[in-house]
């Protein structure tokens, strides 16, 4: 999205306070950071509503185009998002790139982006960008349609570029269709086998990451940035009483997502949307903690995530003195919330825990006792059936302590059972 040029590229930041669809001053300097970009002026303003042709008034851009002069900028960054005639206006006007908040935030993901697929779904979303914004690189060419003389090679390079454009978002498409139908399989075998599938999900920075290699001695990528991680990441987790379940670090969410995004990552997210249990880490340091978790709930209701369980995981109570580790509960005693330390590892115990009584809440504990000649049960329940411990006496009659969910329970009819 960028053309970065040797000597590193220095932005001119535009932040206006609008009526509706405020975004943050904050989080636009972090994205500028983790795109690359020196921030070397901010300009901020007020207005009623965004101009339709410029975004800003005359007056403010006089003040933006200063503002390049003097610093040498290479690039002005809006924080909003900017129609392709507003962006085109302001680039002719200022005579340099610019970029809006979409643009911005898809240049991280192409800086980020490492596995194969997590490439074409940034690609994909890239490509949907710039379709409606490719008239601006031909400008110099462009004719008026009709009339004698009017007929010129603008026209023709446009269509011919529009048609390559659409040929391969097509075969994007179809190529990361089959990457869905693999993860699809993926999940229908977890499925199949009854392991619980939990997703990590949260604001960008939250320190997901941090936390799921402290669950899983995983060593992924970690960094204080925005979309430090990208491409999601699966690992089997065994809690204290010997259960298993699947963990997923996907991709951090932030404010008003870019439709691109959401649409090219669908595959990815789907991780979330089909998870058994969400863990919802949330940066309890930060500014503005109820509003965040808004905009992570916002976003999980777009990509049909929004009615699943939650377990709120409040991370980063090593920046906050006097909060120690320990589970909020409901009413009936079920976990709510977790407060710990994915850096010091303070309070991962209590996750594992709260994870062990959520995942084993609709499940029963019962004592088997069955006769040699009911080998055929124990098959069913080794099955379907998680078997905790066994023993079998010198007459061929077995103990069993098993686990197991109330559906399954027919298995048992004719066994003599007790409650453990």
Same mark, same amino acid.
């Given at each position: 999205?960028?053309?970065?040029?040797?000597?590193?590229?220095?932005?001119?930041?535009?932040?206006?306070?609008?009526?509706?669809?405020? $975004?943050?001053?904050?989080?636009?300097?972090?994205?500028?950071?983790?795109?690359?970009?020196?921030?070397?002026?901010?300009?901020?303003? %007020?207005?009623?509503?965004?101009?339709?042709?410029?975004?800003?008034?005359?007056?403010?851009?006089?003040?933006?185009?200063?503002?390049?002069?003097?610093?040498?900028? +290479?690039?002005?960054?809006?924080?909003?998002?900017?129609?392709?005639?507003?962006?085109? +206006?302001?680039?002719?006007?200022?005579?340099?790139?610019?970029?809006? #908040? +979409?643009?911005?935030?898809?240049?991280?993901?192409?800086?980020? @982006?490492?596995?194969?697929?997590?490439?074409?779904?940034?690609?994909?979303?890239?490509?949907?960008?710039?379709?409606?914004?490719? !008239?601006?690189?031909?400008?110099?060419? $462009?004719?008026?349609?009709?009339?004698?003389?009017?007929?010129?090679?603008?026209?023709?390079?446009?269509? %011919?570029?529009?048609?390559?454009?659409? @040929?391969?978002?097509?075969?994007?498409?179809?190529?990361?269709?089959?990457?869905?139908?693999?993860?699809?399989?993926?999940?229908?075998?977890?499925?199949?086998?009854?392991?619980?599938?939990?997703?990590?999900?949260?604001?960008?920075?939250?320190?997901?990451?941090?936390?799921?290699?402290?669950?899983?001695?995983?060593?992924?990528?970690?960094?204080?940035?925005?979309?430090?991680?990208?491409?999601?990441?699966? #690992?089997?987790?065994?809690?204290?009483?010997?259960?298993?379940?699947?963990?997923?670090?996907?991709?951090?969410? !932030?404010?008003?997502?870019?439709?691109?995004?959401?649409?090219?990552?669908?595959?990815?997210?789907? $991780?979330?949307?089909?998870?058994?249990?969400?863990?919802?880490?949330?940066?309890?340091?930060?500014?503005?903690?109820?509003?965040?978790?808004?905009?992570?709930?916002?976003?999980?209701?777009?990509?049909?995530?929004?009615?699943?369980?939650?377990?709120?995981?409040?991370?980063?109570?090593?920046?906050?003195?006097?909060?120690?580790?320990?589970?909020?509960?409901?009413?009936?005693?079920?976990?709510?919330?977790?407060?710990?330390?994915?850096?010091?590892?303070?309070?991962?115990?209590?996750?594992?825990? @709260?994870?062990?009584?959520?995942?084993?809440?609709?499940?029963?504990?019962?004592?088997?006792?069955?006769?040699?000649?009911?080998?055929?049960?124990?098959?069913?329940?080794?099955?379907?059936?998680?078997?905790?411990?066994?023993?079998?006496?010198?007459?061929?009659?077995?103990?069993?302590?098993?686990?197991?969910?109330?559906?399954?329970?027919?298995?048992?009819?004719?066994?003599?059972?007790?409650?453990?």
């Amino acid at each position: 999205m960028f053309d970065r040029p040797n000597s590193g590229e220095r932005a001119i930041l535009v932040h206006l306070t609008l009526q509706r669809g405020q $975004e943050d001053l904050f989080e636009l300097k972090e994205l500028t950071k983790s795109a690359g970009v020196e921030a070397v002026q901010i300009i901020t303003g %007020t207005r009623h509503r965004p101009d339709p042709k410029y975004f800003v008034g005359i007056g403010k851009l006089e003040e933006i185009k200063a503002a390049v002069v003097n610093h040498a900028a +290479n690039v002005v960054l809006f924080n909003h998002p900017l129609s392709p005639s507003q962006e085109r +206006n302001l680039e002719k006007y200022l005579a340099i790139r610019v970029v809006d #908040r +979409n643009g911005l935030i898809l240049d991280i993901f192409a800086q980020r @982006a490492q596995s194969f697929e997590g490439k074409l779904q940034v690609e994909l979303a890239q490509l949907k960008h710039l379709s409606t914004r490719l !008239i601006r690189g031909w400008t110099h060419l $462009e004719r008026q349609k009709g009339g004698i003389g009017l007929r010129g090679p603008g026209e023709t390079q446009l269509e %011919t570029d529009r048609r390559l454009l659409a @040929a391969k978002i097509k075969q994007i498409q179809q190529r990361l269709q089959k990457v869905d139908k693999q993860r699809r399989q993926g999940r229908s075998q977890r499925q199949k086998s009854e392991i619980p599938s939990v997703s990590l999900v949260g604001y960008t920075n939250a320190g997901k990451s941090t936390l799921f290699n402290q669950m899983t001695g995983a060593d992924i990528y970690t960094a204080d940035q925005l979309f430090a991680t990208l491409d999601p990441t699966l #690992r089997n987790v065994q809690l204290p009483n010997h259960s298993e379940l699947v963990l997923a670090d996907t991709v951090g969410f !932030i404010r008003h997502l870019p439709h691109e995004l959401v649409a090219a990552f669908k595959s990815t997210l789907q $991780e979330a949307s089909e998870a058994s249990l969400l863990l919802h880490v949330i940066d309890a340091h930060t500014e503005g903690r109820d509003d965040v978790i808004a905009q992570v709930n916002q976003v999980l209701t777009e990509i049909n995530a929004g009615k699943i369980r939650q377990l709120e995981v409040y991370n980063k109570i090593d920046l906050m003195p006097g909060i120690l580790p320990h589970i909020d509960r409901d009413p009936s005693g079920q976990p709510v919330r977790i407060w710990l330390s994915a850096v010091t590892g303070q309070g991962v115990e209590l996750l594992n825990q @709260a994870l062990t009584e959520i995942l084993a809440a609709n499940k029963l504990i019962r004592r088997c006792f069955l006769t040699p000649k009911q080998s055929a049960v124990r098959a069913k329940l080794c099955a379907c059936a998680k078997i905790i411990d066994e023993h079998t006496d010198d007459f061929g009659a077995t103990e069993l302590l098993v686990e197991i969910e109330p559906k399954d329970l027919g298995i048992l009819k004719n066994v003599h059972t007790e409650p453990a």
